[in-house]
């Protein structure tokens, strides 16, 4: 059974910051990639982060120079540093990951989310 098991949301202050962690029982060395997502109430999940088994990063624009993804591969974890937040910054945030299963010939693709934590950044 995949499990990703997120920690570090919370509630602060404008201009402050959090860092996120997810840790996956996935094995990194069949790990593509991984990312962070976030939804707020009543708008679509959205891309915040992301991060290649070869450690490519992208983000969104909307938080390019205040935000840091990042990946330990051997402790299974991807965290996300968030400086200098804002209001608008407030949602539920998701991580993801894709992997890969290689059985003989056969390749599988496979996708996991994580529950959620909510980050609420008060002005």
């Known amino acids: 059974q995949v499990q990703l098991v997120e920690s570090g949301g919370g509630l602060v202050q404008a201009g402050e910051s959090l860092r996120l962690s997810c840790a996956t029982s996935?094995?990194?060395?069949?790990?593509?990639?991984m990312g962070w997502y976030r939804q707020a109430p009543g708008k679509q999940r959205e891309l915040v982060a992301g991060i290649t088994s070869g450690g490519s990063t992208n983000y969104a624009d909307s938080v390019k120079g205040r935000f840091t993804i990042s990946r330990d591969n051997a402790k299974n974890t991807v965290y996300l540093q968030m400086n200098s937040l804002k209001s608008e910054d407030t949602a539920v945030y998701y991580c993801n990951v894709h992997y890969s299963i290689v059985i003989g010939p056969h390749k599988s693709n496979y996708e996991k989310w994580g529950q959620g934590t909510q980050v609420t950044v008060s002005s």
């Open positions: 996935v094995n990194a060395f069949t790990i593509n990639t």
